[in-house]
């Protein structure tokens, strides 16, 4: 049996659990200071309200035209 039927049927070779030279993690920590942080934390809050103030308009813009209160 070659390895892609061996694929196919849920079967895997010890090796492909190996990890190659050229493999880089999907994930690398970053440890940030807490002030840091924090000042992401406020650019993140600020981009919500953003949307949150778009998103109300909208919702009353269609609220306008679903009402037939648009002037066209």
Known sequence: ????EM????CFL???TEESEN?????QRQNK???TLLK???????????IQAKQWQ???LIHFNRNSL???
């Open 1 to 4: 049996m070659n390895e892609r």
């Open 7 to 10: 694929f196919e049927k849920g």
């Open 14 to 16: 010890p090796s492909w």
């Open 23 to 27: 493999t880089s993690p999907v994930f």
């Open 33 to 35: 200071d807490l002030q």
């Open 40 to 50: 992401e934390l406020d650019t993140i809050k600020d981009r919500i309200q953003e």
């Open 58 to 60: 909208l919702a009353r």
């Open 70 to 72: 648009a002037r066209e």
